[in-house]
């Protein structure tokens, strides 16, 4: 099982649409949990955080669920800048390793 | 201020040559990264400096991926007899801290293409 995964998409979504996206991971131990964005041949950067409590920055709403081992990422009122990879990324515990996922594609249809 | 700086842009080179990859990080961070990333998949962790000291480099592949940090600012990855599955964008990141609350700033990466 690989340590972080994803549904590779793409998810193809009308403008104005909500969509969400999960991510899994293996280490239960896992203490840091973050999504990049990744523009086509640019490098990711840092969209959000993901707290334990769950946070919202926008039209972005973050999720972890420690339970079940996954965290998600929601996106209300999409908008045509917001298609790209959206990347799932975690740092297992005893370690200053992040490990990235795969990536969903994401596509904001006008 | 200035982000994380990776050079050369593009490198393209022969099989069975060595090859040298820069990465300038901000000022400030003490913890620098290395990754690499194929065509669709997600960056791949090669290897992590805290100051001058690889404290992990699990993620290199095999002995002919090497890297340093001599005064604990600039990185140099360095891969001696390239091959083609050596093709690749190697991104390189830093953080303020090491520690796991510390997101990563990646540099526009160096595009390897070895023919």
């Known amino acids: 099982r690989k340590e972080v995964e994803q549904d590779p998409g793409p998810f193809n979504v009308p403008e104005g649409a909500t969509v969400a996206f999960n991510c899994t991971y293996s280490?239960?131990?896992?203490?840091?949990f973050f999504w990049y964005r990744q523009d086509c041949r640019k490098e990711p950067k840092l969209l959000m955080s993901v707290y334990s409590s769950g946070n919202e920055d926008g039209r972005f709403t973050a999720q972890l669920n420690r339970a079940s081992q996954y965290i998600s990422l929601l996106i209300r009122d999409s908008k045509l800048s917001d298609s790209a990879t959206y990347l799932c990324?975690?740092?297992?515990?005893?370690?200053?390793?992040?490990?990235f996922g795969t990536g969903t594609r994401l596509k904001v249809l006008a | 201020g200035a982000g994380v700086s990776q050079t050369p842009s593009n490198k393209v080179t022969e099989k069975g040559k060595y090859v040298e990859l820069r990465c300038d990080p901000i000022s400030g961070h003490t913890a620098l990264y290395w990754y690499r990333q194929s065509l669709g998949q997600g960056p791949e962790f090669l290897i992590y400096?805290?100051?001058?000291?690889?404290?992990?480099d699990s993620g290199l592949p095999n002995d002919r991926f090497f890297a340093v940090r001599p005064e604990g600012s600039v990185s140099t990855l360095k891969i001696q007899r390239t091959e083609r599955g050596d093709s690749a964008v190697y991104l390189c990141?830093?953080?303020?801290?090491?520690?796991?609350?510390?997101?990563?700033?990646f540099g526009n990466g160096t595009r390897l293409t070895v023919t």
């Open positions: 990324v975690v740092n297992p515990s005893g370690t200053y390793k992040y490990i």
């Open positions: 400096f805290q100051g001058t000291g690889a404290a992990d």
């Open positions: 990141a830093s953080s303020l801290e090491s520690g796991p609350d510390s997101p990563l700033h």
């Open positions: 280490n239960s131990a896992s203490q840091s």
